[in-house]
C-alpha cells in the first residue's frame, strides 16, 4: 500500500487546515499521527473501514477526520489550531483487524508526512 500525504502548511493560530492522504488500495483502519520536534510520535485520529474514530484528548473537538472509500483518501480536517499543534503529520494504515488505535506497531504502511506550523 503506498500512501501520499499533503495539506500541510502554515497558519496562524485559530486557523484551519485539512490534510490528505491518498492510498494505492483499500485499507482496513487508517490514522493520523504526528511528530513535534523533540517528542515521541503520537496518535491523532483513527478510522477503521466501518467508520468507527477514536480522536486523542487534545485534539476533541477541533479535529475531524474522514474517509473518501471510492477514492481511498483520508483527511483529517484541522480547526482552531493552536502552536502546538505544531508538528510533522503522518498518515499510517493497516490492512488487517485487531488495530489498536494508537499502537505504532499495528500500521504497516506510513505516508512520508508533511509538516504544519502554527504560529501564535
Known amino acids: 500500500v503506498q500512501l501520499v500525504d499533503s495539506g500541510g502548511g502554515s497558519v496562524q493560530a485559530g486557523g484551519s487546515l485539512r490534510l490528505s492522504c491518498a492510498a494505492s488500495?483499500?485499507?482496513?483502519?487508517m490514522a493520523w499521527f504526528r511528530r513535534a520536534p523533540g517528542k515521541e510520535r503520537e496518535g491523532v485520529a483513527t478510522i477503521y473501514s466501518h467508520g468507527s474514530t477514536t480522536y486523542a484528548d487534545s485534539v476533541k473537538g477541533r479535529f475531524t477526520i474522514s474517509q473518501d472509500k471510492a477514492k481511498n483518501t483520508l483527511y483529517l480536517q484541522m480547526a482552531s489550531l493552536k502552536p502546538e499543534d505544531t508538528a510533522m503529520y503522518y498518515c499510517a494504515a493497516s490492512v488487517w483487524g485487531g488495530v489498536r488505535p494508537f499502537n505504532l506497531d499495528d500500521y504497516g504502511y506510513w505516508g512520508q508526512g508533511t509538516q504544519v506550523t502554527v504560529s501564535s
Open positions: 488500495r483499500f485499507t482496513y483502519c
